[in-house]
């Protein structure tokens, strides 16, 4: 894309994520409608299909870089994009929380402390992962990949079961959390659908253009907006990290304003701590595509992000537990707390990312 003009590059970025928002909403709607259908809903099948459901913009990033042998790039894509997804929380709290309570106060269940222990885990192998040699691998499998995508598998398998209860008063949840179980928006959608006369197949159809949408506008918008925003000197790390991860994480930010709509805060935050759990299984299929690994292509700003994004996780599974009741900015204090570490930690990032 380096022959066009800049112009041209803005609204191409412009046009590719106005088709994300759009993609996303029909994704994650059609992916509810048919999770319901389906008796998925929130077993295991669910699980997976939801993660990879919101995730298609950095899967198609991902997939592009590794085609293209740029590991570095597909390697900063998913862990750049970590770090803002969870901010998006706070984005969730300070505009869609009805009545007025902190996010996490209403949310709080062990469940959802599991899911975030789950992304601090996985994280925590891709920091080990970057520090391998390149040269231990088989096939282009290096045991960090193998190891993430298994511990994701593991998990999800811990927190099906979580679902079903716990040996904990509630079963889980707090005692004044939301009042409806968790993941009822999902069944209001459907009969929502059902009332429009939506038939399976329709949703199908719906849910794969939606997907090709945004697997193509994922692609677009990484090569338009690296190239637009490099002549305007921002460095490929911070790009990764604020830009384009805020436009790759519109999926959730859409998915999760509808749950807040309808009252489902667990699976609000449920949403966004299962796609940070399963961005790094994305390591793998860059493997594959590469025949190499992918995780010792990191840079040290990558992994910056990924600690960035532990700190982050923990700030939120510190609220499910402490249940703040007091706001600031219409934000919990947890909320709070998170945008001021992360805008310290991007302040951080533009002193060694040059």
């Known amino acids: 894309m380096g022959s066009l003009s800049s112009p041209v590059l803005l609204l191409l970025f412009a046009a590719s994520a106005a088709v994300i928002w759009y993609a996303g909403v029909k994704l994650s709607d059609t992916t509810d409608v048919l999770a319901e259908r389906l008796h998925l809903g929130s ?16 899967t198609a990033i991902t997939v592009s870089a590794a085609m293209a042998g740029q590991l570095d790039v597909a390697v900063g894509n998913i862990l750049g994009g970590i770090a803002v997804q969870t901010v998006v929380l706070a984005v969730l709290d300070a505009t869609g929380v009805r009545p007025r309570a902190p996010l996490t106060r ?9 899911e975030g222990a789950l992304v601090v885990a996985v994280l925590a192998v891709v920091v080990m992962g970057t520090q391998l040699p390149p040269e231990l691998h088989a096939g282009g499998l290096a045991p960090a990949s193998v190891a993430i995508a298994a511990l994701w ?5 811990l927190l099906n079961r979580a679902g079903r209860g716990l040996p904990w008063r509630e079963g889980g949840d707090a005692p004044d959390s939301q009042p409806e179980p ?7 959608k459907e009969k929502a659908a059902g009332d429009r ?11 794969s253009v939606s997907a090709l949408a945004t697997l193509v506008a994922g692609v677009v918008i990484e090569r338009s907006g690296e190239e637009f925003f490099a002549r305007q000197g921002l460095s490929g790390a911070l790009f990764g990290a604020t830009v384009l991860a805020v436009a790759t994480a519109l999926p959730e930010i859409s998915t999760g304003l509808t749950s807040m709509k309808l009252g489902d805060y667990q699976l ?18 860059a493997s594959l ?4 690994p992918a995780l010792p292509a990191a840079h040290h700003t990558d992994v910056y992000l990924t600690a960035l994004g532990i700190i982050l996780t923990v700030v939120y599974m510190a609220g499910l537990v402490f249940r703040p009741r007091r706001q600031y900015a219409r934000m919990g204090v947890d909320s709070v707390t998170a945008v001021i570490v992360y805008l310290a930690g991007i302040a951080g990032l533009a002193t060694i990312s040059g």
Do not use: C, M, W, Y
Request: no cysteine; aromatic share 6%; net charge positive.
């Open 197 to 207: 006369g939506l038939s399976t197949a329709r949703a199908t159809l719906v849910f």
């Open 268 to 285: 609000a935050v449920s949403d966004i701590f299962g796609g940070n759990a399963f961005l790094p299984v994305l390591f793998l299929l």
């Open 106 to 114: 209403l949310a709080a269940s062990l469940q959802l402390v599991l």
């Open 43 to 58: 077993a295991l099948g669910g699980l997976i299909l939801l993660a990879i459901a919101t995730n298609l913009p950095e």
């Open 153 to 157: 598998v593991i998990g999800l398998v």
């Open 289 to 292: 595509i590469s025949g190499k």
């Open 182 to 188: 968790r993941g009822h928006s999902r069944a209001k």
